[in-house]
């Protein structure tokens, strides 16, 4: 089955803890992006990867950390100087083609902070 | 700068009628515009795109939208709403990098 899995779907955070939100993919695209969903601010870009071993920050990536050792994965972290981690994370894919491109999302992972 | 302002966070419609959910776009560039789809708890679906071809793009489940450069526009409607449209509705302008710049969201609630 081709697409993007996130998992954990609930994952639940003590304070001053890191955890690491998972992403793969087997769509065979190049560009991989994490967004943080909070209600009725949309979707806001955390970090992106056009290509393996090289990642930018979006707009809030502080708190946050990414690598990109594969083309199928792009995990991220969720560090303890994230100061309001709870949120809903998803990871999307750019599936490329020519001039042309669409955004394909995983179903997202919950985090909680407890 | 990019930026996307959907007017309205929730619409509510009875089931049969008319959906006009808003959406006005700022790009120094031509812009590619998205709609997505949302359901609870779970990820966005594309709905459609536009990527300069047609000006009137149709879409999945009904819904169609037009680019309307003169009034940086991108409205998407759907002439007859069924109960299984509720959900929330995203709007995303992309400079052609990749990167989508998203609005704010509209929530879309059909009466029986």
């Known amino acids: 089955d081709g697409g993007i899995t996130q998992s954990p779907k609930y994952l639940f955070r003590k304070e001053g803890q890191n955890v690491t939100l998972s992403c793969e993919q087997n769509?065979?695209?190049?560009?991989m992006y994490w967004y943080r969903q909070d209600p009725g601010q949309g979707l806001r870009l955390i970090y992106y990867s056009q290509i393996v071993n090289d990642f930018q920050k979006g707009d809030i990536a502080e708190g946050y950390s990414v690598s990109r050792e594969k083309k199928e994965s792009f995990p991220l972290t969720v560090t303890s100087a994230q100061k309001n981690p709870t949120a809903f994370y998803l990871c999307?894919?750019?599936?490329?083609?020519?001039?042309?491109?669409?955004?394909?999302f995983g179903q997202g992972t919950r985090l909680t902070v407890v | 700068a990019q930026s996307v302002t959907q007017l309205g966070s929730h619409v509510s419609v009875s089931e049969g009628a008319l959906v006009l959910l808003r959406c006005n776009y700022s790009?120094?560039?031509?812009?590619?515009l998205f709609w997505y789809v949302q359901y609870p708890n779970q990820g966005l679906q594309l709905l459609l795109k536009y990527t300069s071809a047609a000006t009137l793009v149709k879409g999945i489940n009904g819904f169609e939208a037009e680019f309307k450069k003169s009034e940086t526009s991108f409205h998407l409607t759907k002439p007859s709403a069924h109960m299984s449209d509720a959900a929330e509705y995203f709007c995303?302008?992309?400079?052609?990098?990749?990167?989508?710049?998203f609005g704010q969201g509209t929530e879309l609630s059909v009466k029986p």
């Open positions: 999307a894919t750019d599936g490329r083609q020519g001039l042309s491109t669409e955004a394909f």
């Open positions: 995303a302008v992309s400079d052609r990098g990749g990167k989508l710049i």
């Open positions: 769509l065979n695209h190049d560009a």
């Open positions: 790009s120094s560039v031509p812009p590619y």
